[in-house]
């Protein structure tokens, strides 16, 4: 299966695919085969958990390492795909709080809110004169 192929049942299998796994199917194609089996392994075979839970966990776990941010999208989009609600990621994203802290927090917080297209309330004043 050349680089291409390999990318395109990537992205079948997981649905997504990052910048780096392009890259390094271009450039090192038996890195990215080894890396990816581990991934399939601990994350896409079917085991206890389902793919709703690991996808939420990867959110979270990315938030909490203040992963890519287009990472964390491509997860937060798995996890609305796979049958999580907005506030079901949240949720998850909002675990980051007590153990890593807000900043780790707002970083998953603004790309779940980018991804699922969340808004803040409307303050009166802010309606009259236009601001936000």
């Known amino acids: ?3 291409v192929a390999y990318v ?4 079948r299998r997981r649905g997504y695919a990052l ?3 392009r ?3 271009k450039h090192d194609l038996p890195v990215l085969r080894a890396a990816d089996g581990l991934v399939s392994a601990a994350y896409l ?3 206890s958990l389902d793919r709703k839970t690991k996808e939420l966990l990867f959110v979270l776990s990315l938030t909490v390492l203040r992963g890519d941010p287009a990472h964390i999208a491509s997860h937060v989009r798995v996890a609305l ?3 999580a609600t907005p506030t079901e ?3 998850a994203i909002e675990i980051a709080l007590p153990e890593a802290g807000v900043v780790a927090f707002q970083h998953g917080f603004d790309v779940w809110r980018e991804v699922v297209g969340a808004e803040g309330v409307v303050l009166p004043s802010e309606a009259e004169t236009g601001a936000k």
């Open 23 to 25: 890259v390094l199917a």
């Open 1 to 3: 299966m050349d680089e």
């Open 19 to 21: 910048m780096y796994h």
């Open 45 to 47: 075979e079917h085991r």
């Open 81 to 83: 795909e796979v049958g």
């Open 8 to 11: 395109e049942d990537l992205v």
């Open 89 to 91: 990621i949240l949720e």
